[in-house]
């Protein structure tokens, strides 16, 4: 697999399709793991961590802390 097509699915397997942003449950380490393994093997590395709809509702609670007046 060449590295566009590595960063490609990694950027699909690890970005929040509403805002863009990094999903929160994944640190730097499991990215760069996923794709070196992705360059490396030319397969991926299950890495499955809380689920979609957790992460929208910790996503949401985020941007209401904010979206509040006194947020810094």
Known sequence: ????EA?????????NLLGGGI??????????VYYETLIAKNKTVIINRGSGIEDNFIEEEIKEYE?????C
């Open 67 to 71: 979206d509040e007046d006194d947020y």
């Open 23 to 32: 999903l929160p449950r994944y640190s730097v380490t499991d990215i760069i």
């Open 1 to 4: 697999m060449t590295k566009a």
């Open 7 to 15: 960063l490609k699915k990694t950027r699909e397997r690890f970005t």
